[in-house]
């Protein structure tokens, strides 16, 4: 369940950035080579595909979403 919501929010914050040259500055800006920076920001997958994709996951990881204020639902339900 936790996977998918996180996988919601990589959606959300990639739909946010919008354009292809600010896809690829934020991808730089997360630690990405820029020649997959360059292929991440005008691939023609979906932007659920993309969310999904190893480049986002590792990039917008959970414990990036936490510093964001993100709190886990399996963590908050333990509290």
């Given at each position: 369940?936790d996977?998918?919501?996180?996988?919601r929010?990589?959606?959300?914050?990639?739909?946010?950035?919008?354009?292809p040259?600010?896809?690829r500055?934020?991808?730089?800006?997360l630690g990405?080579?820029?020649?997959?920076?360059?292929?991440?920001s005008r691939?023609?997958?979906g932007?659920w595909?993309?969310?999904?994709?190893?480049i986002?996951?590792?990039t917008?990881?959970?414990?990036?979403?936490?510093r964001?204020?993100?709190v886990?639902?399996?963590e908050?339900?333990?509290?």
């Open positions: 369940m996977d998918g919501i996180r996988n929010l990589r959606y959300c914050i990639r739909i946010d950035w919008k354009k040259k600010r896809k500055k934020n991808l730089i800006r990405v080579d820029q020649d997959h920076a360059y292929a991440w691939t023609r997958k932007g595909a993309v969310a999904q994709s190893p986002l996951r590792t917008i990881a959970v414990k990036r979403l936490k964001k204020g993100y886990s639902l399996i908050y339900y333990n509290r």
